[in-house]
């Protein structure tokens, strides 16, 4: 899973490592490629990334995931 702080609700999924960079799928959004250099930390089976350095239409996937989901099915 991928994050932007430790203790925050996850922002995506690791799909696979491309060279120096890694594919994050976000949920109703896609994939998108992220560099190495956004990475700033690994631990416990979370991959921590440094939001200054995600695309600008990255962020704006990630502050949509959940535009989807019905209200009336909380859980």
Do not use: C, T
Not at 16 to 28: K, M, P, Q, T
């Amino acid at each position: 899973m991928a994050f932007l702080a430790d203790g925050q609700e996850r922002i995506g999924a690791v799909r696979r490592v491309e060279g120096d960079r890694v594919v994050i799928y976000v949920e109703n959004a896609g994939e998108f490629p992220v560099p190495s250099s956004a990475i700033v930390g690994v631990h416990s089976r979370k991959v921590m990334l440094d939001p200054a350095r995600l695309e600008r239409r990255m962020l704006d996937a990630i502050g949509h995931q959940h535009d989807a989901e019905d209200p009336k099915l909380a859980g």
